[in-house]
C-alpha cells in the first residue's frame, strides 16, 4: 500500500532532527515529486548514475546523503543541474537529502553505525560542528585491537582498502569516528584520548598533522563510511510504512 510523502517526510523530520545543525546544504525534500510512495531507493551521492539507476528501479522517492544544492543556493542552472533535474522529473522522482543530522545520529547514523560494527562500546559524542556533536568516540574490545586488525576490519566494512597515516600505539582502545572528510578534527580526538581517528578522506596536511599528534588517522573513502547511514534509514522507512527499498551503491573511488 502507498505511503504518504508528507508523513515520510515529517518521519524524517523527527526521527533525524535537522532543524538543529547548521548544515552546508538543504535537508529534507529537494525535489518535489509523487504524493504517494511506494518504493523508496537510497545512494549516497545524487548524480545522472544514481538518478539513472533509480529510474530503473522503479523508485518513487529517492533519498541521498549528498544531494543536488548547497552552500547559498541556486542562482542558474547549469547544463548538468538540468540534465540531473529532468530525469528526476520525466520520471516523477522525488528527491529528498539527510546529511550532518544522518551522520550524528546515535542509532542509524554513519558513524554510530561504523563504530558498532567495528566492535565498538561506550559510544560518546564527539566532534561538534557549530555546536552539535556529528561523531562517536567508542571503546575498543578488551585491551582493544592491534592496528592491523583494526584496518582488516575497517577494509571488511568499507569493501576497500584504508589508508593509514600518523603514529599512534600498536593497540587501539580508543577510536574516533567522523564519517566523510573528517580528518580536522585530529586534535579534538587526541584531546579526547583517542588513539585513532577513522574517516574518510584527508587533506595535504594531515598526514603531517596525525604524526605530529601520535595519533593513527585511518581514511577508509568519503563514499565508503557513508553507505551505511543512508542504507539504514532507507531500511527504517520501509519498514516504518510498509514500502520497498533499494539501496544503489553507484562505486566511488573517493
Known amino acids: 500500500m502507498p505511503a504518504d510523502l508528507k508523513e515520510i517526510l515529517s518521519e524524517l523530520e523527527r526521527l533525524l532532527q535537522p532543524a538543529r545543525f547548521q548544515d552546508y546544504c538543504v535537508n529534507g525534500l529537494q525535489v518535489p515529486g509523487p504524493a504517494s510512495i511506494q ?13 539513472e539507476r533509480a529510474v530503473a528501479e522503479r523508485a518513487d522517492l529517492l533519498l541521498v546523503h549528498h544531494g543536488l544544492f548547497w552552500g547559498d543556493g541556486v542562482r542558474a542552472i547549469d547544463e548538468t543541474l538540468a540534465r540531473r533535474l529532468r530525469i528526476l522529473f520525466e520520471n516523477g522522482i522525488a528527491l529528498a537529502a539527510e546529511h550532518l543530522p544522518l551522520d550524528a545520529h546515535p542509532e542509524i547514523g554513519n558513524n554510530a553505525l561504523l563504530a558498532r560494527a567495528l566492535s565498538g562500546t561506550d559510544l560518546q559524542p564527539f566532534a561538534p560542528h557549530r555546536g552539535e556533536p556529528i561523531g562517536f568516540i567508542a571503546r575498543l574490545p578488551g585491551d582493544g ?67 605530529e599528534a601520535s595519533l593513527h588517522l585511518i581514511a577508509g573513502g568519503h563514499h565508503a563510511t557513508e553507505t551505511l547511514g543512508i542504507r539504514a534509514l532507507g531500511e527504517h522507512l520501509a519498514e516504518r510504512f510498509a514500502v520497498e527499498h533499494v539501496f544503489i551503491d553507484v562505486s566511488n573511488s573517493v
Open 145 to 211: 585491537l592491534a592496528l592491523e586488525d583494526l584496518l582488516e576490519r575497517v577494509a571488511d566494512i568499507t569493501a576497500r582498502e584504508p589508508q593509514l597515516y600518523g603514529a599512534g600505539p600498536e593497540r587501539v582502545a580508543r577510536l574516533a569516528v567522523v564519517s566523510g572528510a573528517g580528518a580536522d578534527y585530529l586534535g579534538q580526538a587526541r584531546q579526547a584520548g583517542a588513539d585513532a581517528l577513522l574517516t574518510g578522506e584527508v587533506s595535504e596536511r594531515s598526514p603531517a598533522d596525525a604524526r
Open 39 to 51: 518504493r523508496i531507493a537510497t545512494g549516497v551521492s545524487a548524480n545522472i548514475d544514481l538518478f
